[in-house]
């Protein structure tokens, strides 16, 4: 089994920074809810609405402040970031009314979209182009460990059901980031990239990028699956008991902390990238065949089934995000890495923002069908990011940028 940790330099320092965040994060993500409702006083669909707001405002803003990383240095500007979002979390602890929980929130959004931007073209700057996806590999391990660490210690908060609890979750939320930054000092700066001039933002002129990633955010409909869609199918149309939906949970964070960088060795450019793609489609489409099957059985079928849609799952996920962050980088012009890195991640946001609404329609509204609808959007994208990733290469006016441009995939 490949060493789980990244290699001493660089990478591991950007993993210690992402391990220490992400601790904070994971705390928060479990109690979050709760105590907007249940501290704050802010109704559900009031929550519901302010985040929707603000990650759609974050998806926008992140673009800017990713070519600010390339105009002004992706160091300094992650760890301004890393900052900002500590002072976001922060702000929630004074926060007793809609409006500045949705400034809050706004501002919490727009620093994590720019700071992931602002990362990307660290980790651009000082990983050689042949190991960034094995680096990432990396960097999503550590994050899933520092989430499933941090939501253990969010749910000692939960346990404990006070206002003190809640808010030392987010005090250390908040101290995790200033930690982030001080990690991220250990770094080395690098300088501004000349190729950036002028106040345009290229990515958002550049057509074949701009299909890559919406193709990839179809890919992406995968994450509100699993925290949105199977906790409501498990509960509204199987007779599988309510505490699977934490089990598989588990086992998603389980095997990609365990397989993840395995399974990005194999992605080392476009073709291997677009064939990582096609299989993880291949495998969407069996898994939302299996978990449909869930319904039609007895509680041990039902379990069964949903284990085993599980594996698929996330087997699909380790494939699609290795390809997607080859592509996503290799398709990236030199010199503006932050900036386009900030467009790509605009997925995330989207999937995470629209993904429930359409999930709840097609799965609860729709059933079997709507599952094979599911599976089939999906590995109709799988199919088509690789002609298209294609084109993408052939456009671009730096061929060091795309070092396997011309090759069939």
């Given at each position: 089994m490949p060493n789980p940790l990244p290699p001493a330099g660089p990478q591991r320092?950007?993993?210690?920074?992402?391990?220490?965040?992400?601790?904070?994060?994971?705390?928060?993500?479990?109690?979050?809810?709760?105590?907007?409702?249940h501290v704050v006083g802010l109704a559900p669909a009031r929550i519901g609405l302010g985040l929707t707001v603000a990650w759609a405002v974050g998806s926008v803003v992140g673009v800017p402040l990713g070519r600010i990383a390339d105009r002004r240095g992706p160091r300094g500007t992650a760890v301004?970031?890393?900052?900002?979002?500590?002072?976001?979390?922060?702000?929630?602890?004074?926060?007793?009314?809609?409006?500045?929980?949705?400034?809050?929130?706004?501002?919490?959004?727009?620093?994590?979209?720019?700071?992931?931007?602002?990362?990307?073209?660290?980790?651009?700057?000082?990983?050689?182009?042949?190991?960034?996806?094995?680096?990432?590999?990396?960097?999503?391990?550590?994050?899933?460990?520092?989430?499933?660490?941090?939501?253990?210690?969010?749910?000692?908060?939960?346990?404990?059901?006070?206002?003190?609890?809640?808010?030392?979750?987010?005090a250390i939320d908040a101290l995790s980031f200033v930690l982030c930054a001080l990690v991220?000092?250990?770094?080395?700066?690098?300088?501004?990239?000349?190729?950036?001039?002028?106040?345009?933002?290229?990515?958002?002129?550049?057509?074949?990028?701009?299909?890559?990633?919406?193709?990839?955010t179809v890919l992406l409909l995968r994450m509100p699956l699993l925290s949105v869609g199977l906790p409501l199918w498990i509960n509204e149309r199987t007779d599988a008991p309510t505490w699977l939906v934490s089990a598989l949970f588990i086992l998603n964070t389980g095997a990609v902390?365990?397989?993840?960088?395995?399974?990005?060795?194999?992605?080392?450019?476009?073709?291997?990238?677009?064939?990582?793609?096609?299989?993880s489609g291949v495998l969407m489409l069996l898994a939302c065949g299996v978990f449909a099957a869930s319904?039609?059985?007895?509680?041990?079928?039902?379990?069964?089934?949903?284990?085993?849609?599980?594996?698929?799952?996330?087997?699909?996920?380790?494939?699609?995000?290795?390809?997607?962050?080859?592509?996503?980088?290799?398709?990236?012009?030199?010199?503006?890495?932050?900036?386009?890195?900030g467009f790509f991640g605009t997925g995330v946001t989207v999937a995470r923002t629209l993904g429930p609404l359409l999930l709840t329609a097609l799965l609860m509204g729709m059933g079997t069908t709507g599952w094979l609808l599911l599976g089939g959007l999906v590995l109709a994208a799988s199919y088509a990011l690789g002609p298209v990733a294609r084109w993408a290469a052939k456009t671009r006016q730096d061929p060091a940028s795309v070092p396997v441009a011309t090759s069939t995939a």
């Open positions: 320092t950007l993993a210690l920074a992402q391990l220490s965040n992400s601790l904070g994060d994971g705390a928060y993500y479990v109690t979050s809810a709760l105590y907007f409702t301004l970031l890393a900052l900002a979002t500590g002072a976001a979390v922060a702000s929630f602890l004074a926060v007793r009314d809609f409006l500045p929980f949705l400034v809050a929130a706004c501002l919490y959004a727009s620093a994590q979209s720019g700071l992931a931007a602002a990362r990307q073209a660290l980790l651009a700057g000082l990983v050689a182009k042949e190991d960034r996806t094995g680096a990432l590999a990396h960097l999503q391990s550590t994050l899933n460990a520092g989430l499933a660490v941090g939501a253990a210690l969010g749910g000692l908060a939960l346990s404990a059901g006070t206002r003190s609890a809640y808010l030392t979750v987010f991220l000092l250990r770094l080395p700066a690098l300088a501004p990239t000349s190729a950036v001039r002028g106040a345009k933002l290229e990515v958002l002129r550049d057509r074949p990028y701009a299909a890559v990633t919406l193709l990839n902390m365990l397989f993840q960088v395995r399974t990005a060795r194999s992605v080392s450019g476009l073709p291997t990238a677009a064939r990582a793609i096609r299989r319904a039609a059985g007895s509680v041990w079928a039902a379990v069964a089934a949903l284990v085993g849609g599980s594996v698929l799952l996330v087997a699909a996920e380790m494939l699609q995000s290795a390809g997607s962050w080859q592509l996503g980088f290799d398709l990236a012009p030199a010199g503006r890495v932050g900036e386009y890195q």
